[in-house]
């Protein structure tokens, strides 16, 4: 297992939730929640990251 903290594009982001095929549909309210966090200087790093599995399709965190 391999971890480090990046800084993700909105482009890059749109690519991986592209190849999302086995989490649930995304909520636009969670991720309106979560950016507003960010803007406010809100938004903390915990351990939950996201995840991929050996194909390289995001199977976790797709609301991170």
């Known amino acids: ?3 480090k903290v ?4 909105p482009k ?3 690519e ?3 190849a999302n095929t086995t989490n649930r549909p995304i909520s636009k309210p969670v991720v ?5 966090a960010m ?3 809100e938004w903390i790093v915990t351990h939950q990251g996201i ?3 050996v194909n390289g399709t995001l ?6």
């Open 59 to 64: 199977i976790d965190g797709q609301h991170r």
């Open 1 to 3: 297992m391999r971890s």
């Open 32 to 36: 309106r929640a979560f950016a507003e």
């Open 51 to 53: 995840a991929f599995d």
């Open 12 to 14: 890059k982001a749109a």
């Open 16 to 18: 991986w939730l592209e």
């Open 6 to 9: 990046q800084t993700i594009t």
């Open 39 to 41: 803007k406010r200087g």
